[in-house]
Structures are given as structure tokens and as C-alpha cells.
């Protein structure tokens, strides 16, 4: 069955494993890959290495997937949703529909798909030392273990988005009392593991043939830029969750006064002006609020137009869900905004009464994005 940007391959415990398109071109390069390593671990393999290599990344992809159900049992053991399951590009990820609660659970859910992934290659390197030397057993078996050996401690360096990146994030989190920072240490963390991948390839090299080849450093930038792009989109996520719960509808508010729609906006700006208003709520007849206007609205008028222009006109008309309390704060405010996508909002105080226009572009600003 399709899916947006992949194919469900299965479902394990009702979870959708999702393989997307990119996956194949990271099959066929392994394949690629190791096929003349299989040729020369398992003598007379002859042109069969390439299907034995095809076998190798089918365990490798299957071990990868073990990997990740290591994230999904123990998130669903903590009652967390968990959406699917993708095998793409860069390997695999869990995606999980809420974050754990508490630093504990989030480095548990972080540490059980490096735990397994060690688990399987310490069994795997076992069994495949056991089996007879030169055979394409032993070879699959110790070349699937070597590797799920290092996806363990791969993922367990401390940086998001890697499993220790998350594991950090719980410790900081934890110590500080407070996930924004654990966060915040995650990224650079992060950060730091980027540039990393990106010297270490090049630093090999050049200890081995004192001079950086052009085939390191490329290997380099392929492994540092996508980590260093998730370690920087995690770092905005944090700053902007620290933002988050200093919101406040009543703090962002713009003062406004209360006109007639057929009223001019040379007067209705007059009148703001002499109340110390900044927007304006337009109403009808009998009182009620149908339309409002902000600050940049009203001086996008031109100064030549303002004495014909009515209000109503210049004003932008209230929808439902265009009121919002002037109490509301944090994730509840942006929970009502996206609700009811407007450019401005009618405030009103908890009994009823208007407090005034809000701006979605000052919320915006508040939280660090454009206006």
C-alpha cells in the first residue's frame, strides 16, 4: 500500500513500516559496495557476490528495523503513540506522535535502538566466528555484526538527531530541570559530531598518505552536512520552544477603540489616537464586533485616501474562531491561532469584554520568525 512519499511495507504491532524511494538508491550503493568484499572473504563466490551482496543489505536493513522497534516497543511500554516507522535515505527513524514526559523515559526510548543494535551484533559476531572460516555464513554473519556494531555506537556519539544526541538531552534536562536546555546541548552536541564526520575521513587519509585525496573529503561533507543541517533545525526548534511559553495573548495585544464601519480612517485613526489606542474593533449598529484592524492595516492606508476610506473597508472582517481570550498563553494561544488561521484577532478579556486586536505577525516576532 502506498503512502505519502513511500510504500508500507508491513505492520508490526499495527505500526507501518514505511520504505521510501530513497532507500533503494542506498540498497543498490551497498551492494555495490561490498560485493568485491564478499568475493575476497569467500573464495570461488565468482559472480554470485553480488547476489550475496544483495543479501547482506537485505540483513543490514532488517537489522536496521530491529533497531528502530527497539524505539517503538519502549516508547508504547511509556503509553507513547508512535505514527510509523521509515526506512529511507539515511537509514531509519522512528516517529513518534508525542514526546516523553519525563528526561528518564526520553533516554530510555533514546537507548533501547542502540541496545539492540549492539545486542545483535555482539550475538551476531559470535555465532559468525563459530561458523566454518571461508565460508559465505561466516562472512554475512560477521560483516552483518560488524555493522550493526558500529550503527550502535554511531548512534550513541552524543548529538542529535543520533540516539545519543537524545540520551544527552534527557542527562541535561534531567541536571538543569529544564528540556529547552537539554535540548539546546543536544544540538550542539550535534554540531559538534558534524564536524567530526567531516574531519575524521580526512584525517585518516592523511595519516595514511600525507595528503588529504579528494574522495575523503567528499565522503566527509556527505556525512557532516545532513547532520549538521538536523543538528542546527533541532537547535531553532529549541530556542523556539523556550519562546513558547512566554507568550501571552494580554502582552501582545494592541490597544484599540471602537468605530462605526462607515466611519473614515482619518477619524477612527484620530480617535485612537487621543485614547492612546493602536488598532481598531469595528462594530455594528447594535454594539457588536464584526471586523478589525491593527496598526500596519490602518497605515497602509494612504494619507491621500484616509478621508474616504472607511473603516469597514480598511478592516479585515471576523471569521469564526477570530476571537481569542486575552488569557490565553503558551501552546494554548498558538493552538488557537492555528485553529482559525487569521492575520488579526479580536481579543477579549474572560468576561467578555474587548481587550483588543491581536496581530499573528506579532506573534511571529515573538517567537523569533519573520514578521
Known sequence: MRTSGGIVLARVGGVPVVVRPSWLV?????????????????????????????????????????????????ARAFGLPVHRVELSLLGGGSHLGASAPVPGREAAVAAAGPALSLLLGAVGLAVGQAAADGTLLRALLVQVAVANLLVGLVNLLPGL????????????????????????????????????????PVALDVAADGVAEPLPVLLGLALALPLWLA????????????????????????????????????????????AGAR??????????????ADEQRLSAVPDARRPWTTAADASHRLAAGSAIRSDLTGEDL??????????????????????????ARDVRRALGGPA
Open 26 to 74: 542506498v540498497a543498490l550503493v551497498i551492494t555495490w559496495v561490498f560485493g568485491p568484499v564478499l568475493a575476497d572473504a569467500v573464495p570461488g563466490l565468482g559472480g554470485w557476490a553480488y547476489a550475496a551482496s544483495a543479501a547482506f543489505t537485505v540483513l543490514l536493513y532488517a537489522s536496521v528495523l530491529v533497531h528502530e522497534l527497539g524505539h517503538v516497543v519502549v
Open 279 to 292: 488598532a481598531l474593533v469595528v462594530v455594528a449598529a447594535d454594539g457588536r464586533p464584526v471586523a478589525v
Open 334 to 359: 498558538l493552538s488557537a491561532l492555528h485553529n482559525a488561521p487569521a492575520p488579526e484577532y479580536l481579543v477579549l478579556t474572560p468576561d467578555g469584554q474587548v481587550s483588543g486586536v491581536l496581530a
Open 231 to 274: 543538528a542546527s533545525a533541532a537547535l531553532e526548534a529549541a530556542q523556539l520552544s523556550e519562546r513558547v511559553p512566554r507568550l501571552s495573548a494580554g502582552a501582545l495585544v494592541q490597544p484599540a477603540v471602537a468605530v462605526l464601519g462607515a466611519t473614515p480612517v482619518s477619524e477612527a485613526m484620530r480617535r485612537a489616537a487621543e
Open 161 to 200: 538527531p543520533l540516539d545519543g544526541g537524545r540520551v544527552l538531552t534527557a542527562a541535561v534536562w534531567k541536571a538543569t530541570g529544564r528540556r529547552p536546555t537539554g535540548a539546546r546541548a543536544g544540538a550542539w552536541g550535534g554540531r559538534a559530531v558534524a564536524v567530526l564526520a567531516l574531519v575524521v
